[in-house]
């Protein structure tokens, strides 16, 4: 699966952002599928998790209440709208897809096979 992420750029603390991830392949509802991100000298961390058709949904408690998944398999896309957004959410941020069974939500990087190249997010305090 080949995986073009978007949307990033430099915002405010406080604003609002939404990233969009294509992926190539024809049947996207296969995979669950995952937003991670990785701030300079640190290591890749999981944000977000969403089953093959959406109906669970994962997140790590540093953007909880604050950032939302979502996936549209018609379309094949994955969104994570990102609101109240904090300097320390600046990251590069990767979405990736696992080939999972139903109603499973991928958490580790170990789960996730393909990667996109990732999205600049830059939050200004």
């Known amino acids: 699966v080949q995986l073009q992420a978007s949307g990033g750029g430099l915002v405010q603390a406080g604003d609002s952002l939404r990233l969009s991830c294509a992926a190539s392949a024809p049947i996207l509802s296969n995979y669950a599928m995952g937003w991670f991100r990785q701030a300079p000298g640190k290591e890749r961390e999981f944000v977000a998790g969403?089953?093959?058709?959406?109906?669970?949904?994962s997140y790590a408690d540093s953007v909880k209440g604050r950032f939302t998944i979502s996936r549209d398999n018609a379309k094949s896309a994955v969104y994570l709208q990102m609101n109240s957004l904090k300097p320390e959410d600046t990251a590069v941020y990767y979405c990736?897809?696992?080939?999972?069974?139903?109603?499973?939500?991928?958490?580790?990087?170990?789960?996730?096979?393909?990667w996109g190249q990732g999205t600049l997010v830059t939050v200004s305090s």
């Open positions: 990736a897809a696992a080939w999972t069974v139903t109603g499973v939500v991928a958490t580790t990087l170990e789960a996730y096979e393909s």
């Open positions: 969403i089953s093959r058709a959406g109906s669970r949904k």
